[in-house]
């Protein structure tokens, strides 16, 4: 697969700490009021410097958006396989999620947002990645549906828990009264109308 040509030039580490960085200041300041000294400051580059590989601010939020979604998708498929139960495997599903978004220095999710910045493209292109990390999410909830443990796998029920999961970046505190385990267990319990059993441990 050819690279994008916002990689050229561009060592693999430096460019992941630019997009984090430039996520982070996104979510923070907001994409109109983040400047390019900014973003060049946040990882210690000259103000100019990062649209040597970045041809403009708005390639930067799509770079970032896309990277974290595949990122995590990554991560999501590689904890759930061999996760055969739905019901555990829905808990897997949450909690890594939550463990990117609170954990792991992920902002994607909570830029959603800011595709309003974005020409058509763009947004095409961010569309087809959250495609990509919804279908385990879909796949499990129908399985779900299928035996019975919900009422409907509908495309809203995916939506509305995403959009539960990702508000938790808003007001969760790791030195607050929740663990994050406790949180997935929690939204897991949500959706099935009951306490999961041990989900956590399982």
């Excluded at 400047?35 to 601010?57: L, N, Q």
């Excluded at 974290?68 to 555990?88: C, K, T």
């Excluded at 961010?126 to 129908?142: G, H, K, M, S, V």
């Amino acid at each position: 697969m050819p690279r994008r040509k916002s990689e050229a030039g561009l060592e693999p580490n430096r460019r992941a700490e630019l997009l984090r960085a430039a996520a982070r200041l996104f979510v923070d300041k907001g994409f109109a009021a983040t400047t390019t000294r900014d973003i060049a400051e946040a990882v210690g580059m000259r103000s100019g410097s990062p649209f040597y590989h970045f041809r403009s601010k708005q390639e930067l939020l799509k770079e970032a958006m896309i990277d974290g979604l595949e990122a995590g998708r990554e991560r999501l498929l590689a904890a759930i396989a061999g996760v055969a139960d739905p019901e555990r495997r829905l808990y897997v599903l949450v909690r890594t999620h939550l463990g990117t978004l609170l954990e792991a220095d992920c902002n994607s999710p909570m830029l959603l947002n800011e595709t309003r910045s974005l020409d058509v493209a763009a947004r095409a292109e961010i569309a087809a990645a959250f495609d990509r990390y919804q279908a385990p999410w879909q796949a499990t909830l129908d399985e779900l549906a299928a035996r019975g443990r919900i009422a409907s796998a509908a495309a809203p029920l995916r939506l509305l828990l995403f959009g539960m999961l990702n508000w938790s970046g808003r007001w969760y505190r790791p030195d607050g009264p929740l663990t994050v385990d406790q949180l997935a267990d929690s939204a897991v319990a949500l959706l099935l109308g009951r306490r999961s059993p041990d989900l956590s441990r399982a």
